[in-house]
């Protein structure tokens, strides 16, 4: 019996190495993604109007939006797409980004990941309007 004991420890330590090891692999590989995504600030001024679509995704993240600008401001953002796990209070961030007519705005506590993927998306799309 003490026997059976020590194999079952001996297997669930290392399972719980096992993946442990793969979550810190794909945050690594998730730092490295977000870290190449391009930050430069976009002109509102410069966007034209109408409505365009932005796409950004590191392994983890997904989202893609739909942003509505009329007279070099952002009237609106839609999260068409976020595949997140637990980053879904991320989506909250699209209506400090209206109110300030920027995209640069704080990203959430708890949701970085998807903060920064969300903003790349809408930053793909403002640049569409250039």
């Known amino acids: 019996m003490k026997r059976i004991v020590k ?3 001996f297997v669930l330590a290392g399972l ?3 993946v442990v090891s793969v979550v810190a692999v794909l945050m690594i590989r998730m730092n490295g993604q977000v870290d190449d995504f391009d930050t430069t600030p976009v002109d ?3 966007v034209a109007d109408g409505i365009f679509e932005g796409h950004s995704e590191t392994d983890l993240v997904k989202a893609d939006v739909r942003v509505t600008v009329s007279n070099g401001e952002i009237k609106d953002i839609e999260i068409v797409r976020h595949m997140c796990g637990k980053g879904k209070p991320a ?5 400090s980004m209206i109110r300030n007519n920027d995209v ?4 959430v506590s708890g ?3 998807s903060s920064k993927v ?3 998306a809408v930053r ?3 640049r569409k309007g250039l």
């Open 7 to 9: 194999v079952v420890i």
């Open 16 to 18: 719980t190495l096992l």
């Open 44 to 46: 509102m001024t410069k």
């Open 91 to 95: 989506e909250a961030m699209t209506e």
């Open 104 to 107: 640069e705005v704080d990203a």
């Open 111 to 113: 949701a970085t990941y």
């Open 118 to 120: 969300i903003k790349d």
């Open 124 to 126: 793909n799309a403002l």
